[in-house]
């Protein structure tokens, strides 16, 4: 006899059998939102597969018997995209066309108050999208490195401004440039940050990263150590070799001041990176998530074409800028100090005056600290130094010695800001008060005669 085994099928309502098959119809339908909402999150997908080698874009048309000229309709919208959004997204760009008119004034008449003035303002919407294409880059990056290429290439106006005035041997340019660089970011710019953010968030006190400000303050109080015993060994004629033992100091200074920069990034990128990411990662818990909706509007290999274009633009109007600067202060009347510390800094530093005001108002003050306070940091104790090594290697005697005026203008501004940041809070009032200082900064160097401008030519 042959035996069945007749082996039952329990019903597909049994409980087990239910229960499983309703957990498999839910992982298929969570893999297909995933899968769905993948496809859809995934950003400007037609830019990165073409930027990419070898993408699936180029795969997908090789097989399909697509045409060569469907990528280059796809090249042609990249690069219409992106001029559209860099050169035509920002107002203050329609003063673009000046850049031009400055050379051309240079070129038919020769008049060196229009050509100053026309530079000028040619130069302020490179150095603002200069920042945009920066803050674009740091998409990519991360915040800390970001950080750190927004302070660098928002200083790039200076340092190039700097380099062609120490070929053209105008030392006391160099040094008043940078010193109302530095005036103007930490007065006027962080003023207006504060002054910006306490208005927006009037109901509240703004709060900030108090050690990461400590740190900065510290490396500024250096900066003004550097700058103030050439000034005393000058005045005080207590030096060994005079007019050798001033110069020989401000270039091992300039050394010594580079090589701590350089532990200092190595402490805010490596050692104590913590100090830092903390700060953005405690933003974006409070903040509820605000940094969502914000992405690249260019790709990363975009943003570093912008950035040379734009550095090699700005170049090229710096050295007309400079080669105008007395020709400017003679047909204006006015002093080449106060063009010099005034006047060029506000056109250098517009890219960290629009950023830092933009994240003090989205209660991102920490960044608009960084932006301002790292950006005279980085000027102090990088960008100062670097000229003094680069006039060194230039044979141009220039030195730390800005004079006993000037320095202590710089010695008042870090001890103010400095006392403003002891409490790590923010609001109006004290962005007010900046303002005001900076606009007694500014009296006081209008009204301010500098004997030794005509001594420091160096032909």
Not at 249 to 278: D, H, N, P, T
Request: proline content about 3%.
């Amino acid at each position: 006899m042959e035996s069945r085994v007749q082996v039952k099928q329990p019903p597909l309502n049994a409980p087990g059998i239910s229960d499983d098959l309703s957990e498999t119809r839910k992982m298929n339908s969570l893999n297909g939102r995933l899968t769905d909402k993948f496809e859809d999150e995934v950003p400007f997908s037609p830019e990165i597969t073409y930027h990419q080698p070898g993408s699936t874009l180029a795969a997908r048309g090789s097989h399909s018997g697509e045409s060569p000229a469907v990528h280059r309709e796809t090249l042609g919208g990249i690069i219409y995209r992106s001029i559209r959004l860099v050169v035509f997204s920002n107002r203050l760009n329609l003063l673009m066309p000046f850049g031009p008119l400055a050379i051309l004034v240079q070129k038919l008449t020769g008049h060196h108050g229009w050509v100053f003035s026309l530079s000028l303002l040619g130069i302020m919407p490179l150095a603002e999208r200069l920042g945009y294409a920066t803050e674009q880059l740091a998409f990519y990056t991360g915040d800390t490195v970001g950080g750190l290429l927004n302070a660098t290439f928002g200083n790039a106006t200076e340092l190039i401004i700097s380099l062609y005035a120490l070929k053209s041997g105008l030392l006391r340019v160099v040094q008043l440039s940078l010193l109302g660089s530095i005036l103007s970011n930490m007065l006027l710019v962080l003023g207006c940050a504060f002054l910006s953010g306490g208005i927006v968030f009037n109901k509240k006190e703004q709060v900030f990263n108090k050690a990461a400000a400590t740190v900065n303050s510290g490396l500024l109080l250096m900066a003004v150590m550097g700058l103030l015993f050439p000034a005393v060994l000058h005045y005080t004629r207590t030096e060994v070799h005079f007019g050798k033992s001033e110069l020989a100091l401000s270039r091992f200074s300039s050394c010594v001041m580079l090589v701590a920069y350089a532990a200092y990034l190595f402490f805010q990128l490596k050692s104590q990176s913590r100090l830092y990411i903390a700060v953005n990662e405690e933003e974006g818990e409070a903040g509820d998530n605000s940094n969502d909706d914000e992405s690249p509007e260019i790709s990363k290999w975009e943003s570093i074409i912008w950035l040379s274009v734009m550095t090699a633009w700005i170049s090229i109007l710096s050295e007309y800028l400079v080669g105008a600067i007395e020709g400017a202060s003679n047909a204006w009347n006015i002093p080449v100090t106060f063009i010099s510390v005034i006047l060029l800094p506000l056109v250098g530093n517009a890219a960290e005056h629009a950023s830092a005001i933009m994240f003090a108002m989205k209660d991102k003050l920490d960044i608009s600290l960084g932006v301002a306070i790292g950006s005279s940091t980085q000027i102090s104790m990088f960008v100062i130094p670097f000229c003094v090594v680069m006039g060194w290697i230039m044979r141009q005697p220039l030195d730390l010695n800005f004079q006993l005026f000037e320095t202590a203008a710089l010695f008042l501004t870090v001890i103010v800001v400095a006392f403003m940041l002891q409490e790590g809070t923010a609001n109006y009032f004290k962005g007010l008060m900046l303002v005001l200082c900076y606009l007694i900064v500014a009296a006081s160097f209008y009204v301010h005669v500098d004997s030794n401008s005509e001594d420091q030519h160096v032909t």
